[in-house]
């Protein structure tokens, strides 16, 4: 015969957190060893942090302390701000938040701080169950934990963050120096992308500038919009007609980008000069070659786009 679990309200079970749930918890500190990825022992109950007294902190294997906080009820913004007060406090490298009912706001909270900090969080939730006339026993369930992907995971975000702030530099000193050459871009705002661009005379066409780590790119992007990749191939073979007399306007030869295939084409010249990765007073020439370079493209195309006939 199989018994039915039966939830047993936590309250029936310790009527206080801190002299009956955080007391058994210290006298039976083992049981979070089979949740967790911690082997924790030494519990010590109401452990001085500052002005503050922490639930439980414990060891791990390493000897590391790790900060305990207990809530036999709904998690709260109150309780993840002590969890991280305490943990600082004492140096702990692990915290582990004990909660019956872990609002979802909060799962959130805790995989963000695995995924942005050195330290490694834990949320669990606490249930009393029986079966039959039994005795009530605990259930404590891994909500969220530390884990090497969520850590690679915040590596990623740190590095596209950084990647985003330094675009985001590049182009506004593009811009000023643009300004100061041309209108074309004038009223362009920088970007955290690795393009930015604005309408030619021929409303439909655009003129951008794109960036990577170690280069620069300036083009003419054809791409009057969904269903017109007939137009735009027409519009490029109308220029690329005039391609003798765009190049020798331009100064230079130039990369014609059909993109069979795909709905946009692209009349571009790559700078070589550098890129966003290159330290930042090493962008000043590399902002040159780049407005430098659009002004041309820009002046060679002009009347030939004017001409174009859709």
């Given at each position: 015969?199989?018994?039915?679990?039966?939830?047993v309200?936590?309250?029936?079970v310790w009527?206080?957190?801190?002299?009956?749930f955080?007391t058994?918890?210290?006298?039976n500190i083992?049981i979070l060893?089979e949740?967790?990825d911690?082997?924790l022992?030494?519990?010590?109950?109401?452990?001085s942090?500052g002005?503050f007294s922490?639930?439980?902190v414990?060891?791990?294997n390493n000897?590391?302390?790790?900060?305990?906080e207990n809530?036999?009820?709904?998690s709260?913004?109150?309780h993840?701000?002590k969890?991280?007060?305490?943990l600082?406090?004492?140096g702990?490298?692990?915290?582990i938040?004990?909660?019956?009912?872990?609002r979802?706001?909060?799962?959130?909270?805790?995989?963000?701080?695995?995924?942005?900090?050195s330290?490694s969080?834990?949320l669990?939730?606490v249930?009393?169950i029986?079966?039959?006339?039994s005795q009530?026993?605990?259930?404590l369930?891994?909500?969220?934990?530390?884990?090497?992907e969520?850590k690679g995971?915040?590596?990623?975000?740190?590095e596209?963050?950084e990647?985003y702030t330094?675009?985001?530099n590049?182009?506004?000193?593009?811009?000023?120096?643009?300004?100061t050459?041309?209108k074309l871009?004038a009223n362009i705002s920088?970007?955290e992308?690795n393009?930015?661009g604005?309408r030619?005379?021929?409303k439909?066409?655009?003129?951008n500038?794109?960036?990577?780590?170690?280069?620069?790119?300036v083009?003419?992007?054809i791409?009057?919009g969904k269903?017109?990749e007939e137009?735009?191939k027409a519009i490029f073979?109308?220029?690329?007609?005039?391609k003798?007399?765009?190049?020798?306007?331009?100064?230079g030869p130039?990369?014609?980008?059909k993109?069979?295939?795909?709905?946009a084409c692209a009349?571009?010249?790559?700078?070589?000069?550098g890129?966003?990765?290159?330290?930042e007073e090493?962008?000043p020439?590399i902002?040159?070659?780049?407005?430098?370079a659009?002004i041309?493209l820009?002046?060679?195309?002009?009347l030939?786009i004017?001409n174009i006939?859709?």
């Amino acid at each position: 015969m199989i018994g039915k679990i039966e939830r047993v309200p936590l309250r029936e079970v310790w009527k206080n957190e801190a002299t009956d749930f955080t007391t058994w918890l210290e006298e039976n500190i083992d049981i979070l060893n089979e949740n967790l990825d911690l082997n924790l022992s030494t519990a010590e109950r109401e452990k001085s942090a500052g002005a503050f007294s922490v639930d439980l902190v414990a060891e791990d294997n390493n000897g590391n302390p790790v900060v305990i906080e207990n809530q036999l009820e709904k998690s709260n913004h109150d309780h993840l701000g002590k969890l991280i007060t305490y943990l600082t406090a004492i140096g702990a490298k692990s915290a582990i938040w004990i909660v019956s009912d872990p609002r979802p706001e909060h799962i959130n909270a805790i995989s963000w701080l695995n995924e942005s900090s050195s330290a490694s969080f834990y949320l669990i939730k606490v249930e009393a169950i029986r079966i039959g006339d039994s005795q009530p026993a605990p259930l404590l369930t891994l909500i969220v934990g530390p884990s090497e992907e969520a850590k690679g995971v915040g590596k990623t975000k740190k590095e596209m963050a950084e990647r985003y702030t330094i675009r985001k530099n590049f182009w506004t000193q593009l811009l000023d120096y643009a300004k100061t050459k041309t209108k074309l871009h004038a009223n362009i705002s920088p970007t955290e992308h690795n393009w930015l661009g604005t309408r030619s005379v021929f409303k439909q066409l655009w003129l951008n500038y794109s960036v990577k780590k170690d280069a620069g790119v300036v083009e003419l992007y054809i791409d009057l919009g969904k269903d017109k990749e007939e137009v735009n191939k027409a519009i490029f073979e109308q220029l690329a007609a005039k391609k003798e007399e765009i190049e020798k306007g331009f100064g230079g030869p130039l990369d014609w980008r059909k993109l069979e295939g795909k709905r946009a084409c692209a009349i571009r010249k790559q700078i070589t000069a550098g890129g966003y990765r290159d330290d930042e007073e090493k962008w000043p020439p590399i902002h040159e070659a780049m407005v430098d370079a659009m002004i041309r493209l820009e002046r060679a195309l002009r009347l030939h786009i004017k001409n174009i006939k859709t």
